[in-house]
């Protein structure tokens, strides 16, 4: 017998409440997936668009609560790209409308010039044509709608026509609506007026002229912020906030996860207080008694964990596909973020187990041995 | 990391974690006016007792029931902490709870009145979990157990849980598991005890057997006249004192 299959006979000895422990752990776990995964989905969604599109720097305004509700003048874009080692600039006019019944897109609007349309690449028809009423359609979009090329879709108060299916890999991007700005511009009645400006940097390596760049675009007017593509959703207040409730929640998942281990871990330690006694009068050291209550906490943990992070892995995958779809993060970050659950779940179980172990193994041979 | 217990019987050394090894005859575990006392010192388990068991000595001791025998086997194994005097075992004084901890792995096994068998794990592996950190690798560990559990007549028995065994044969397990380590002092608690005349008699037989195959010294605490006489030394124990300590004669047959 090794000293692994002697942990195990121990778990087994009251296979439901291990059993019920590990799927504690495993709720918790799959739950820190899915909240983490979430938070991160925002955050990543977003720069996984924006890095499709060769987008380096982000101009909105700054404080604003709300990512749409940001405001800038059109004619910004002009100053912008006079910055030395900006290579081009583009104004964006972005909100969140109605498609048909109760299904809600991102739509953006690009005006004529705009680098967006140069390199955009269109799975079927052709570009919008400015003041003809059309739009393109992220395929899938287009494929969750079941809608194509020519046919018709009611956005928020008019019928416009799809001219075209766009083909992008980002799912936000592959969600996305996408028409001439002035077209847009007259539909939210904000003529004028865009939503932020995005910067193709010459050398966007060079984190110095980056840095220099923004010091630069900052300092055309007051209240601007700029920043890299990837901080999009990070300066944004209420996505902050929805972002820190996210992780709070998935900590808290982990803690409930460490209590349940060291609930479990106590109560075997009570009960086994007796056969400790025996261990420690056959020779175990108290170091081996210790380690044998903490490696039973990290095999509930382990065990655990590991159906926790599989169980988020998928429920994130779901939620991203079928549930929210655009919503997601990609399948490599999910894995990412149920193994590091994983692995927290792990230390997290060793620290749960600590306290039972640590008291278990403090107990006098005599005083055990005559606990019944 | 798993090692084998150090070949250096009789052999003192100050690298032996366990204390020096005596030679037959030579004190092995001193007791000096060891007192144990509980509950804030109402109870007197054990008075002022004045002890030595030498290398190799079979030693009974009898008495009736709250007399401190179990006191006295525990405070022998390090088990339990007196409250006045010095136990000394193999020259080393007091020893710590770590040195105890070193000293029953490897010279000292202890066999319980009430068996205390690990009830999840079967016979052979109730041996050897006693080996774990001593004797390295699962097989070596099971190929010992198995001996030992042929040595006190129960190789059949191995792979039944205790609950499947009879008070005889969980006895004997009890016993295999306390000679893991291929102790110096066998400490052994009421051995015949719940068990038929028969199966006390074989029980007793197999442990004197033993002792003095191994040249192991043994304190067995028993109320079963048979097998109190046929040890070397007989003490007798009346409210936490040593009433008598004689050797059997002579000549007289064990």
Known sequence: MTHFTFLLRNLARRPGRSIFTILGVALAVAGFVLFYGLAEGMQQTARISLDERDVHLIVTKRGTVEFFSSVLPERLVEEIRRVPGVADATPELAGLMTLGDDHQALVAGWPPDSFEWR?????????????????????LLAEGLGKGTGDEIELDWGKVRISGITRFTATLNRSMVVLPLADLQRMMVKPGQVTLIEVRLAAPADAAATETIRAAITGLRPNLAVAPAEDLLRQNKSLLTIRHAATALALLSLVVASLSVLNTMAMAVEERTREIGILAAI??????????????????AGVGGTLGGGLGYAGSFALSEFVLPGSGISAAAILQIALAAGF????????????????????????????? | ????????????????PAGARPSAGEPLVRLEAVSRRFDGGRIVALDEVD??????????????SGCGKSTLLNLTAGLDE??????????????????????????????????????TLTAQENIEVAMFGRVAGAAERARRALRLLEDVGIAGCRTRLPQQLSGGERRRVAIARSLANAPDLLLVDEPTSNLDSASGRAVADMLLDLCRARAMAMV????????????????????????????????VAA
């Open chain 1, 119 to 139: 390199s955009m690449a269109l799975a079927a028809g052709a570009l919008p044509r400015p003041g003809m009423g059309e739009v393109l359609l992220g395929d």
């Open chain 2, 82 to 119: 007196p409250s006045r005097g010095t136990v000394i075992f193999a020259g080393r004084r007091s020893p710590s709870p770590a040195q105890w901890t070193d000293i029953r792995a490897v010279r000292i096994g202890v066999s319980f009145q009430d068996f205390n068998l690990i009830p």
């Open chain 2, 51 to 64: 002890l030595a068991i030498a290398a190799g000595e079979i030693v009974a001791v009898t008495g009736p």
């Open chain 1, 283 to 300: 020779g175990w050291s108290r170091r081996r008694i210790l380690v044998t209550i903490v490696a039973e906490g990290l095999i509930l």
């Open chain 1, 344 to 372: 927290a779940a792990l230390v997290i179980g060793s620290l749960g187990a600590l306290w039972p172990s640590w008291r278990a193994a403090r107990l006098s041979p005599a005083t055990a041995l005559r606990r019944q």
């Open chain 2, 220 to 251: 067995v605490v028993t109320h079963d006249r048979g097998l109190f006489e046929r040890c070397d030394r007989h003490i007798e124990m009346l409210d936490g004192r040593i009433l008598s300590d004689g050797r059997r004669p002579i000549g």
């Open chain 2, 1 to 16: 990391m798993d090692t084998d217990r150090p070949d250096s019987a009789g052999i003192p050394s100050e690298a032996d």
